[in-house]
């Protein structure tokens, strides 16, 4: 049966952003000690998602039918017969997100901007072991809500045989009776939501400053580093030798 497009352009765009900004993050900072310079990608992985997450809400107010957050299915008694049907017979197929994976999209969002939110705090002078355990934790639910996003994904896929994996790459679905899907994959959205991105890159980019590894974020300091802490106080302490 033909397949119907459901996922336009800057849904999709968004997804794997998304997707491969998180995985960065998450293992620059699982490998790379936060003292070393390549720490600062962390950041700014960091920052980028922040931004995307921002045109991803705007998109779910003005985008086409299945992007909106209108059509995500959070009614928590038709999530729970979701999963029950999961495990003892098939389940229901939806032409957008299915329960499971609105309420995984929508736990991702949330820890996606309290990361942004926790990262910002820690790198402008707000050091308090609250930013830093909150960034640790939401890190490792976002982390979890994926591998189960994914192992749901791939047990979907074994018991229905419907290619919904690919949904995310070309945008199409197979249909089901009484439901359309989208007439116009926005195209152009797309391409705008990858310059935007681009631009926003540059930006943080251009706002960085690799000698003392800060960036100015609208006029706020940003220290993206260790070593600024370290020299600060290094530095405090030859003055004070000084002036002995
Ligand atoms: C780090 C890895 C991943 C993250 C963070 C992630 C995140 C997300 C998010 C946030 C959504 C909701 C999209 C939206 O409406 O904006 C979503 C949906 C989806 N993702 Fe992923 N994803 C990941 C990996 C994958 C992989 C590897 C695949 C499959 C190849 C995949 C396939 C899908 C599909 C098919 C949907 C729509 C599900 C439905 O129609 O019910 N994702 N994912
Ligand atoms: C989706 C985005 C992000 C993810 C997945 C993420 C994940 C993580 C993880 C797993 C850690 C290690 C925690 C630990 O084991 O101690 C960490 C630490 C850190 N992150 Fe993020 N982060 C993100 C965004 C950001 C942003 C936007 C900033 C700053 C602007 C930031 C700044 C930091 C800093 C400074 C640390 C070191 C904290 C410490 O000294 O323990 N992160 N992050």
Same mark, same amino acid.
């Given at each position: 049966m033909k397949k119907t497009t459901v996922y336009d352009w800057p849904t999709r765009i968004f997804h794997w952003l998304f997707a491969f900004l998180f995985l960065g993050a998450y293992l620059i900072a699982e490998i790379?000690?936060?003292?070393?310079?390549?720490?600062?990608l962390h950041m700014l992985a960091g920052l980028t998602i922040g931004f995307i997450l921002i045109l991803r809400i705007i998109w779910g107010f003005i985008g086409t039918t299945y992007a909106r957050?209108? /059509?995500?299915?959070?009614?928590p008694i038709e999530f729970i017969q979701y999963l029950k049907d999961a495990v003892v017979a098939k389940t229901k197929r939806y032409l957008g997100h299915n329960p499971a994976s609105s309420y995984a999209a929508l736990v991702m969002f949330i820890c996606a901007a309290g990361l942004a939110i926790t990262g910002v705090m820690m790198t402008s002078g707000g050091e308090s072991d609250f930013y830093e355990e909150t960034h640790e934790l939401l890190a490792n639910i976002f982390l979890i809500t994926v591998i189960v996003h994914v192992g749901g994904i791939i047990f979907h896929h074994l018991k229905?045989?419907? /290619?919904?994996?690919s949904s995310m790459i070309d945008g199409k679905k197979q249909p089901l009776p009484e439901k359309t899907g989208i007439t116009n994959s926005k195209r152009f959205a797309g391409m705008l939501f990858l310059i935007l991105t681009l631009m926003w890159s540059g930006y943080l980019y251009s706002k960085y400053d690799s000698t003392n590894q800060t960036i100015d974020l609208f006029g706020q300091e940003l220290v993206l580093g260790e070593e600024e802490h370290e020299s600060t106080y290094e530095g405090e302490v030859h003055e004070d030798e000084n002036n002995d």
């Amino acid at each position: 049966m033909k397949k119907t497009t459901v996922y336009d352009w800057p849904t999709r765009i968004f997804h794997w952003l998304f997707a491969f900004l998180f995985l960065g993050a998450y293992l620059i900072a699982e490998i790379v000690d936060d003292e070393n310079p390549v720490f600062t990608l962390h950041m700014l992985a960091g920052l980028t998602i922040g931004f995307i997450l921002i045109l991803r809400i705007i998109w779910g107010f003005i985008g086409t039918t299945y992007a909106r957050f209108s /059509s995500f299915k959070l009614n928590p008694i038709e999530f729970i017969q979701y999963l029950k049907d999961a495990v003892v017979a098939k389940t229901k197929r939806y032409l957008g997100h299915n329960p499971a994976s609105s309420y995984a999209a929508l736990v991702m969002f949330i820890c996606a901007a309290g990361l942004a939110i926790t990262g910002v705090m820690m790198t402008s002078g707000g050091e308090s072991d609250f930013y830093e355990e909150t960034h640790e934790l939401l890190a490792n639910i976002f982390l979890i809500t994926v591998i189960v996003h994914v192992g749901g994904i791939i047990f979907h896929h074994l018991k229905h045989r419907d /290619s919904l994996w690919s949904s995310m790459i070309d945008g199409k679905k197979q249909p089901l009776p009484e439901k359309t899907g989208i007439t116009n994959s926005k195209r152009f959205a797309g391409m705008l939501f990858l310059i935007l991105t681009l631009m926003w890159s540059g930006y943080l980019y251009s706002k960085y400053d690799s000698t003392n590894q800060t960036i100015d974020l609208f006029g706020q300091e940003l220290v993206l580093g260790e070593e600024e802490h370290e020299s600060t106080y290094e530095g405090e302490v030859h003055e004070d030798e000084n002036n002995d």
